[in-house]
């Protein structure tokens, strides 16, 4: 079982950046496939991006605009996201999976909201 800690969220103005943060406990991140998803008001939960070995994988709609990266050190996982919309307004929840598994570990989300 993995634990899982958002932190990063807030308030940002339309092209403006942020940096979540996810750290894990009871697992390594290396040793997972850890991923980034969100909901807004409304919707389905959807992917956002996930990392495995420094392989990171992007949603086409966040692509050149969110950098998903790791610290094996700190055993967290980042989501650097610049030039934000107003359509990335949403929780983003941080989740953790084994390969070739599903997701089976979330973070309890922390709320991302752009303005204009």
């Known amino acids: 079982q993995v634990q899982l800690v958002e932190s990063g969220g807030g308030l940002v103005q339309a092209g403006g950046s942020l940096r979540l943060s996810c750290a894990a406990s009871g697992r390594t991140v290396g040793s997972l496939t850890m991923g980034w998803y969100r909901q807004a008001p409304g919707k389905d939960r959807e992917f956002v991006a996930e990392?495995?070995?420094?392989?990171?994988k992007y949603n086409d709609d966040v692509k050149g605009r969110f950098a998903i990266s790791t610290d094996n050190v700190k055993n967290t996982v980042y989501l650097q996201m610049n030039s934000l919309k107003l359509e990335d307004t949403a929780v983003y929840y941080c989740?953790?999976?084994?390969?070739?598994?599903?997701?089976?570990?979330w973070g309890q989300g922390t709320q991302v909201t752009v303005s204009s």
């Open positions: 990392i495995a070995w420094n392989v990171g």
């Open positions: 989740a953790a999976r084994s390969v070739g598994r599903p997701v089976d570990n």
